[in-house]
């Protein structure tokens, strides 16, 4: 005899897990990777350390493109999807590269496009880009000047200008734009999406729930020194 009190509670449990679960990513945000004092800075030691906990612990470290497409088609990543994200372009990046190299991890790394130009070692040239571009890293937009009277007060100039030199350096379009400082305002958005682009990511210390999230707004956790493994940990920890 079938019970419909049990077919009921079944129907309920199912119906309640599949609207209300959440589908959450974590996207991480360092900046150097070497032995300074900055609020800015993490030491390879610990960069080595938490990217061997993800290992480890079976986390799934996906690329900055499947997450973008995941928000556009609002489709599930897998459980414990971590992206690994970078700013500005140092040089000292290239430690964190042969760490994530280790492990097989993808990774973006944003360029502040005139830094490229300098031609000296505290940023990525564009021969570093050269060699460590395709595979597993891809290099995006993060302004021209990453001074806000550029990018905020004069947008439509220099999203046009580092467009342009990601494109010389990069020889590709890759449609994703990082925040300096994790700043934009509408005219900033309007010259993105004019300059093709489909996604920015921001600086929000929350996880992305891949179904709900504002594409232009996607958020970002700050690494640095004073995240230890285990505050790491429960950063995430909020994937599973």
């Known amino acids: 005899m079938i019970n419909v ?13 599949s609207c209300f679960s959440k589908n959450l990513s974590v996207v991480l945000m360092y900046h150097q990777i ?19 906990y993800l290992h480890d612990n079976n986390y799934n470290v996906v690329s900055a493109l499947s997450l ?12 414990k999807s971590v992206i690994i994200t970078f700013d ?3 040089a000292n990046q290239k430690v964190a ?24 070692k505290t940023y990525l040239s564009r021969q570093d880009v050269a060699e460590n571009e395709g595979g597993n890293f891809i290099f995006v937009n993060h302004s021209h000047t990453h001074f806000m009277k550029d990018f905020l007060v ?11 030199q990601m494109e010389q350096t990069t020889k ?9 400082y994790g700043k934009k305002n509408h005219g900033l958005l309007e010259a993105l999406k004019k300059n093709g682009y489909e996604a920015g990511f921001g600086v929000y210390s929350h996880p992305v729930d ?21 505050k790491f940990k429960k950063i995430v920890e909020q994937t599973i």
């Not at 590269?97 to 000296?120: C, D, G, H, V, W």
């Open 68 to 79: 973008v497409d995941a928000i556009k088609k609002r489709e599930y990543l897998p459980p």
């Open 88 to 90: 500005d372009g140092w």
């Open 97 to 120: 590269m042969a760490i994530l190299n280790k492990y097989n991890y993808p990774a973006m790394f944003a360029l502040i496009t005139e830094y490229q130009t300098f031609r000296n």
């Open 210 to 230: 891949v179904k709900n999230s504002n594409i232009f707004n996607i958020d970002r956790y700050l690494m640095n020194d004073t995240v230890d493994l285990e």
């Open 34 to 52: 070497a032995h300074l004092k900055n609020d800015m800075n993490t030491t390879p030691e610990l960069f080595s350390e938490q990217m061997k």
């Open 172 to 180: 590709e379009f890759i449609p994703i734009y990082v925040y300096p």
């Open 154 to 164: 004069n947008p439509n100039s220099d999203v046009a200008i580092s467009k342009k």
């Open 5 to 17: 009190k049990w077919i009921f509670f079944s129907f309920i449990v199912f119906f309640s897990s």
